[in-house]
């Protein structure tokens, strides 16, 4: 067995925030599918300007002032997620099939009965799903190029064998999958066990599930049914797991000695954040709707629990072994970029309501924060990788009697600046449904499809980075709601 590592508490702290803390999480909590009630889904999620829906809450305020009468809502959805990865030519798909809460809401309506002044007050109270992290991806192909335990030795460069980290390099170590550089006698380099050998069968697994939702404390003015004026508190909530798993198998026995190896790991992130959001509607004639808002940015508190494991198994028995790493905790802050909302309805002979939603979303301005660590590379990352996005929203509504149809569509545009790989990584939503309306009730179900394409990395940076995989996946949303009038 080599000699067991030692790790300074230091190195530990500086290694975790580089491998866990960093763009990509930023981006996860930034970039939001919102969910919401049926009615709001069915249309694209675009409700900005036309409020009396439970769901402009989470774009603007000011539509709960558009509430005639008190208002009680409860929304369950249903997820089936498909995702497919091409990488080196090989294909791989995966599934994930979760419920879950997209919406509950009570909005209090408190008429003021004054017709030439302010009309009624209404305030609210809500939860809307931001984010579904659930998913599984799998990934499959035989890599000719590289290896993870590159990756491993490249992150070793500059430190003797124990002074390696207890989360990567280390792991690789004890493990017999990284060996010291023969070339170099400051000993502080590494090699891969099968440098320059390659051929191996590479399989990953990742398991991702959670959830960012957001709790709203509205308040809405509605003057004269002509301007309406909204604020609220939202207070967020996140939970995020990802479990990895990554093996390397020489199944055509091209690697000597070498038999395969398998690399987990482990994140839980757990958090939450508040934002503030004010807005305004202007109806110039009846059937016209101008609306407009602005959201801060939402200041997270978070925490990450984590750890790694790896397996190796080579002919030498004495070689294969099981070794873990430390479990590990950081805590740091993140904040949201800015976002701005303008919104054009329009309501048609009282039986059809046509929205439209633009939304300006600037990514670089997310940054990540700590009182033990500065976040300079993943910070300038955020500010290079990423661009101001423009996301677009359409829906659409037809009357017929009691019953109601609905269909809409949303473009979210990439976040990723023109240099990115993911540049062209957009996501579109299509969806539709129908409702039905009493006097005192109503009952309302819809469809969504969210679809989005990406390139994934298995291992990068440090100057050793995986062959992309494409990854696309569709995710099928099914939300009824139930709603009671009083």
Same mark, same amino acid.
Request: net charge negative; glycine share 8%.
């Given at each position: 067995?080599?000699?067991?590592?030692?790790?300074?508490?230091?190195?530990?702290?500086?290694?975790?925030?580089? /491998?866990?803390?960093?763009?990509?999480?930023?981006?996860?909590?930034?970039?939001?599918?919102?969910?919401?009630?049926?009615?709001?889904?069915?249309?694209?999620?675009?409700?900005?300007?036309?409020?009396?829906?439970?769901?402009?809450?989470?774009?603007?305020?000011?539509?709960?002032?558009?509430?005639?009468?008190?208002?009680?809502?409860?929304?369950?959805?249903?997820?089936?997620?498909?995702?497919?990865?091409?990488?080196?030519?090989?294909?791989?798909?995966?599934?994930?099939?979760?419920?879950?809460?997209? /919406?509950?809401?009570?909005?209090?309506?408190?008429?003021?009965?004054?017709?030439?002044?302010?009309?009624?007050?209404?305030?609210?109270?809500?939860?809307?799903?931001?984010?579904?992290?659930?998913?599984?991806?799998?990934?499959?192909?035989?890599?000719?190029? *590289?290896?993870?335990?590159?990756?491993?030795?490249? *992150?070793?460069?500059?430190?003797?064998?124990?002074?390696?980290?207890?989360?990567?390099?280390?792991?690789?170590?004890?493990?017999?999958?990284?060996?010291?550089?023969?070339?170099?006698?400051?000993?502080?380099?590494?090699?891969?066990?099968?440098?320059?050998?390659?051929?191996?069968?590479?399989?990953?697994?990742?398991?991702? @599930?959670?959830?960012?939702?957001?709790?709203?404390?509205?308040? @809405?003015?509605?003057?004269?049914?002509?301007?309406?004026?909204?604020?609220?508190?939202?207070?967020?909530?996140?939970?995020?797991?990802?479990?990895?798993?990554?093996?390397?198998?020489?199944?055509?026995?091209?690697?000597?000695?070498?038999?395969?190896?398998?690399?987990?790991?482990?994140?839980?992130?757990?958090?939450?954040?508040?934002?503030?959001?004010?807005?305004?509607?202007?109806?110039?004639?009846?059937?016209?709707?101008?609306?407009?808002?602005?959201?801060?940015?939402?200041?997270?508190?978070?925490?990450?629990?984590?750890?790694?494991?790896?397996?190796?198994?080579?002919?030498?028995?004495?070689? @294969?072994?099981?070794?873990?790493?430390?479990?590990?905790?950081?805590?740091?802050?993140? *904040?949201?970029?800015?976002?701005?909302?303008?919104?054009?309805?329009?309501?048609?002979?009282?039986?059809?309501?046509?929205?439209?939603?633009?939304?300006?979303?600037?990514?670089?301005?997310?940054?990540?924060?700590?009182?033990?660590?500065?976040?300079?590379?993943?910070?300038?990352?955020?500010?290079?990788?990423?661009?101001?996005?423009? /996301?677009?929203?359409?829906?659409?509504?037809?009357?017929?009697?009691?019953?109601?149809?609905?269909?809409?569509?949303?473009?979210?545009?990439?976040?990723?600046?023109?240099?990115?790989?993911?540049?062209?990584?957009?996501?579109?939503?299509?969806?539709?449904?129908?409702?039905?309306?009493?006097?005192?009730?109503?009952?309302?179900?819809?469809?969504?499809?969210?679809?989005?394409?990406?390139?994934?990395?298995?291992?990068?940076?440090?100057?050793?980075?995986?062959?992309?995989?494409?990854?696309?996946?569709?995710?099928?949303?099914?939300?009824?709601?139930?709603?009671?009038?009083?």
């Amino acid at each position: 067995m080599k000699k067991v590592f030692i790790l300074i508490g230091v190195l530990v702290m500086v290694t975790v925030t580089l /491998n866990a803390q960093n763009e990509i999480d930023a981006l996860r909590y930034s970039y939001n599918i919102p969910g919401g009630t049926a009615r709001s889904m069915a249309m694209g999620g675009s409700f900005g300007a036309l409020g009396a829906d439970a769901s402009s809450i989470i774009f603007n305020p000011a539509g709960m002032g558009v509430f005639r009468t008190s208002d009680f809502t409860f929304s369950p959805s249903f997820v089936l997620t498909n995702t497919e990865a091409d990488f080196l030519g090989s294909r791989a798909d995966d599934y994930d099939f979760n419920f879950n809460i997209n /919406n509950l809401s009570y909005i209090g309506s408190i008429p003021i009965n004054n017709e030439n002044g302010l009309t009624s007050v209404n305030l609210g109270m809500s939860y809307n799903q931001l984010n579904n992290f659930n998913e599984n991806v799998l990934i499959e192909g035989k890599n000719t190029y *590289n290896s993870m335990t590159d990756w491993f030795a490249a *992150n070793g460069s500059g430190y003797k064998f124990d002074q390696l980290d207890s989360f990567y390099s280390g792991l690789a170590w004890e493990a017999f999958l990284i060996d010291p550089n023969p070339a170099d006698t400051t000993n502080t380099s590494f090699v891969s066990a099968y440098y320059d050998n390659y051929g191996q069968t590479q399989k990953q697994y990742i398991s991702r @599930s959670g959830s960012q939702g957001e709790y709203n404390f509205a308040a @809405s003015a509605n003057i004269m049914h002509k301007l309406y004026i909204g604020a609220s508190i939202g207070l967020q909530s996140i939970r995020y797991k990802e479990v990895k798993v990554l093996e390397e198998i020489d199944s055509e026995d091209n690697i000597n000695d070498f038999n395969s190896f398998s690399f987990k790991e482990s994140l839980e992130t757990r958090g939450s954040g508040i934002n503030f959001k004010v807005g305004l509607l202007y109806s110039p004639i009846p059937w016209v709707r101008l609306g407009g808002s602005v959201q801060t940015p939402t200041f997270y508190d978070l925490r990450d629990s984590y750890f790694t494991s790896v397996s190796s198994s080579f002919e030498d028995a004495d070689k @294969s072994v099981n070794w873990d790493s430390p479990h590990g905790s950081f805590d740091y802050e993140m *904040n949201s970029p800015f976002k701005a909302n303008a919104s054009m309805g329009f309501i048609i002979a009282k039986q059809a309501l046509v929205n439209l939603d633009y939304e300006y979303v600037d990514y670089t301005m997310a940054r990540l924060r700590s009182d033990d660590y500065a976040f300079f590379n993943e910070n300038t990352n955020i500010r290079n990788e990423y661009k101001p996005a423009h /996301n677009i929203k359409l829906g659409l509504e037809y009357r017929f009697g009691p019953i109601s149809f609905r269909a809409g569509g949303a473009y979210y545009d990439t976040p990723y600046n023109s240099d990115h790989i993911n540049k062209d990584a957009y996501t579109l939503v299509y969806s539709g449904g129908i409702g039905i309306r009493s006097e005192f009730m109503y009952f309302d179900v819809a469809y969504a499809s969210v679809n989005s394409n990406n390139y994934y990395y298995m291992y990068e940076g440090i100057s050793v980075t995986s062959p992309a995989s494409e990854i696309a996946k569709s995710q099928n949303r099914i939300i009824t709601t139930v709603g009671f009038k009083f």
